[in-house]
């Protein structure tokens, strides 16, 4: 061993020393925070700035997300010292859904895997869960309409969004793909890969299941069967990887909200959601969007969907840019109060940091 190599490991012994010791006057601080603060102590606002603090004073040469990771689950174990968080996502286990919890949370809650987005909801409302994670759109295959209709007729508020690049993943007990006799998934990632499947397994049958995770518990019982799904699942039910990346769009990306009894504070980089709908006249849909124009605040999104009080009524699903307590937002927000027949706002949340 050279005498630079040994100098070079006895500096990184030394630095994981004063790591560690600052890792725990770390934690100690939020100790006290804890003992100091009433109530609720996760912070979605809080956490959503020192992440972007953190990127932004980044010296390299980690990249910002691995710096923002790092950080994210330092912060999952400071506040699991005082107020262990329980956080239902829809599963079961192996699923994106679990993957967007993990990494919006990081390791340190108690995760509970509901077999609905129902339950979700239902685990948060009654207080068995103190957050929830679902799927709300694929920037492919669209909105989830059940979350939508949910967010409508539940009192959880969004508090945060997380947003999860989705590689999809063709794995087997099978030793190649040409021994693949049947392939299973749930019926949006069997969307996602339709072309790379007409390409490669034309004529292998196709079943749609309940869940990617379920879809790998099958191809794991049955010889020649294969599923779709991610990297997680593979591991959970020892399945071997016989293709990567197989999505059709390689920047498939799917967006998770984060439910409970409270949305979030100001964080400076901020989205607010709402459901409206519109009186029954001419230009009233144009009078709903005006104030958000006339007072500068930017829509992200504008989805219709179906009311669930009548044949051919409609509700409007709305994201904008900034927090309900921003005065411009506000502004726009009492004005469309008063020219809607409906209104509801879902929740002001930070963006998501990574």
Known sequence: MS???QRIRDRIDRLDADILERLSERARCAQRVGEIKQGNLYRPDREAQVLRRLADENPGPLPDHAVQRIFREIMSACLALEQPLRVAYL???GTFTESAARKHFGAAPAFSALAAIDDVFRAVEAGN?????VPVENSTEGVIGRTLDLLLASPLKICGEVRLRIHQNLMSRA?????VTKVYSHAQSLAQCHEWLDRNLRTVPRVAVASNAEAARLASDEDGAAAIG????AGLYDLRILAANIEDEPRNTTRFVV???HDSGVSGQDRT???CSAPNRPGAVHGLLEPFARHGVSMSKLQSRPARGGMWEYVFYVDLEGHQADPPVAAALAELTERASFVKILGSYPVAAI
């Open 175 to 179: 030793p190649e793909l040409g021994a």
């Open 91 to 93: 599963g079961p286990a």
């Open 273 to 275: 959601s709402l459901v």
């Open 3 to 5: 005498d630079e190599l």
């Open 230 to 233: 991610a990297e997680a699942a």
């Open 259 to 261: 439910i409970a009894q």
């Open 129 to 133: 869960a103190d957050y929830g994670i």
